[in-house]
């Protein structure tokens, strides 16, 4: 299948490709349907694509490539409801806020999406830990050529 997204270009896809979110994503309820993948441009940096809406694809990061010590623990239910059985299935990701200054881009540490890579099933949760921020700094005193 392809998708002819509105930044990336023609992504093909295939089903077993696709990611559910049950409940869609805080802002994109109506959205169900997500692919993942790579920024050719820069590999640090994902892009969770809607299949149902070709205008909405949402820049992600892995945490652990910038805060080895992120950590979290997902409650009984929520293992359930993503049928997670063992750790090595679950993916994480944050959400990224881009800007023109290096400085000024930031990630969600505080709602990451954990997605089930076995199942395809994925949510966004909230953490209830202060150390983590909705607009943590991603590269602190990077400098612009390290990152781009």
Do not use: C, W
């Not at 694509?49 to 239910?77: A, H, M």
């Amino acid at each position: 299948m392809k998708l002819n997204t509105k930044y990336h270009g023609v992504r093909e896809y295939r089903s077993e490709d696709i990611i559910t979110f049950k409940k869609g994503l805080p802002g994109f309820e109506n959205l169900k349907k997500f692919i993942l993948f790579t920024v050719e441009e820069n590999e640090l940096f994902n892009i969770l694509q809607s299949i149902e809406n070709e205008e909405i694809g949402i820049v992600t990061i892995s945490p652990f490539t910038v805060f080895e010590d992120y950590e979290f623990k997902l409650s009984d239910e929520k293992l359930k409801e993503l049928k997670i059985t063992r750790p090595e299935d679950v993916l994480v990701l944050n959400t990224v806020t881009l800007n023109s200054k290096v400085e000024n881009i930031t990630t969600n540490l505080k709602a990451p999406i954990v997605i089930n890579i076995n199942e395809k099933l994925g949510e966004q949760i909230i953490i209830d830990n202060d150390k983590y921020k909705i607009k943590h700094p991603l590269f602190n005193g990077v400098k612009a050529l390290n990152v781009f």
